[in-house]
């Protein structure tokens, strides 16, 4: 991995980024509408979802890490630890770590952040001996899906949705 920003810092969260880290799910929100024009606008809902990363990172040994840009929030990843009481009687693992967010900047996209960012999550997860990562992404988002899948990621589950009217 190779970042092109040379300045850049991956590290957990302070207070003093949060305005940093609504920017950036708003503006990953608004991108995901693109896709999905069911989704809230992204200032509608960042700072209640904001609120929830950081719960369930308490709550579940996890962690929010920023990628810092000379002082601003170039992206973060949020991850923590699930356990799936139903794929406890299915398959061998069923505890693992869950990105529930992987946000870059649009200026910062293609610089090896988000690989950084990743990278933290998989560190993260081998020192708490979990040995599975898990990513959700929209269907739609096929650039978001080939950059997971050149990280080694597989497509595992797939939820198939209709509305009715």
Same mark, same amino acid.
């Given at each position: 991995?190779?970042?092109? =920003?040379?300045?850049?810092?991956? /590290? ?20 995901? @509408?693109?896709?999905?024009?069911? /989704? ?8 209640? =979802? ?17 990628? $810092? ?35 870059? /900047?649009?200026?910062? @996209? /293609? ?8 990278? #933290?999550? $998989?560190?993260?997860?081998? #020192?708490?001996?979990? #040995? ?7 269907? #739609?988002?096929?650039?978001? @899906? ?9 497509? =595992? ?9």
């Amino acid at each position: 991995m190779n970042l092109l =920003y040379k300045d850049l810092k991956i /590290r957990e969260y302070k207070i003093s980024d949060i305005s940093g880290l609504t920017k950036c799910i708003i503006e990953l929100q608004d991108f995901e @509408r693109t896709f999905e024009p069911d /989704r809230f606008k992204g200032s509608k809902m960042a700072k209640k =979802y904001l609120n929830y990363l950081i719960k369930e990172c308490a709550a579940n040994k996890g962690k929010i890490f920023v990628a $810092e840009d000379d002082g601003n929030v170039a992206g973060f990843v949020s991850a923590w630890i699930e356990r799936d009481p139903i794929a406890k009687i299915i398959v061998k693992t069923h505890t693992y770590f869950y990105i529930s967010d992987l946000i870059v /900047r649009k200026k910062y @996209r /293609r610089s090896g952040i988000g690989e950084a960012l990743i990278n #933290k999550v $998989e560190e993260l997860a081998v #020192k708490n001996k979990i #040995k599975l990562v898990r990513i959700c992404v929209l269907a #739609k988002n096929k650039i978001a @899906r080939s950059f997971y899948q050149e990280l080694g990621y597989r497509d =595992y589950d797939i939820t198939i949705t209709k509305n009715l009217r």
